[in-house]
C-alpha cells in the first residue's frame, strides 16, 4: 500500500503466439501452397489504484495496453 486508504499494483504480462498457415490460392492457375508463419512476443502493461474511503466503500481505477 502506498498510505492506509491507497493501494498502488502494476504488472507486465507476457503473451507468446505462433501461428502457421499453409493455404492455396484460389484465383490462381496452378494449385502451389503458399505459407506463412506468425511468431510473435506481446508485453502487456497494466495499473490500478484503489481509494479505500471507508470499510465499505473504496473507488478503483485501473489502466492497461
Partial sequence: PL???LELS???R???SRQKVTT???FSRS???Q???LDTTDYLP???LVW???DAMQIRAASRN
Avoid: M
Wanted: hydrophobic content about 40%.
Fill in 10 to 12: 502494476v504488472g507486465v
Fill in 3 to 5: 498510505h492506509k486508504q
Fill in 52 to 54: 479505500r474511503l471507508n
Fill in 35 to 37: 505459407g506463412a508463419d
Fill in 46 to 48: 497494466a495499473a490500478g
Fill in 31 to 33: 494449385p502451389t501452397a
Fill in 24 to 26: 492455396f490460392d484460389l
Fill in 14 to 16: 507476457v503473451e507468446r
